[in-house]
């Protein structure tokens, strides 16, 4: 059974950092993207960041300079270091992995916080 699980979320002040962590597990095939998508109280889900299998990124023009995606594959975990955070980052961040087949595994979510 494939799970994806987010962690590392929580309330920060502006201009702090988090890192996001998402690990996933019960995947026996190589996966072929994984990223973050956030979603703020009324808006859509949008795409953060994502990271392919060759290392290529994609950011949000919101969000470049500012976050970074890594991967730690040994450990089948995706990092998204958000730095200089804003009160607009607040949202819940959701990971996802996409298998080479085009299958998407979503984690439950975990809420960022910016405030002072």
């Known amino acids: 059974q494939v799970q994806v699980v987010e962690s590392g979320g929580g309330l920060v002040q502006p201009g702090g950092s988090l890192r996001l962590s998402c690990a996933a597990s019960g995947i026996i095939f190589s996966i072929n993207a994984r990223g973050w998508y956030r979603q703020a109280p009324g808006k859509e889900r949008e795409l953060v960041a994502s990271i392919n299998n060759w290392g290529r990124t994609d950011y949000a023009d919101s969000v470049k300079g500012r976050f970074a995606i890594s991967t730690d594959n040994p450990k089948n975990t995706v990092y998204l270091q958000m730095n200089s955070l804003k009160p607009e980052d607040t949202a819940v961040y959701y990971c996802?992995?996409?298998?080479?087949?085009?299958?998407?595994?979503w984690g439950k979510g975990t809420l960022v916080t910016v405030s002072s």
């Open positions: 996802y992995v996409r298998l080479p087949d085009g299958i998407v595994y």
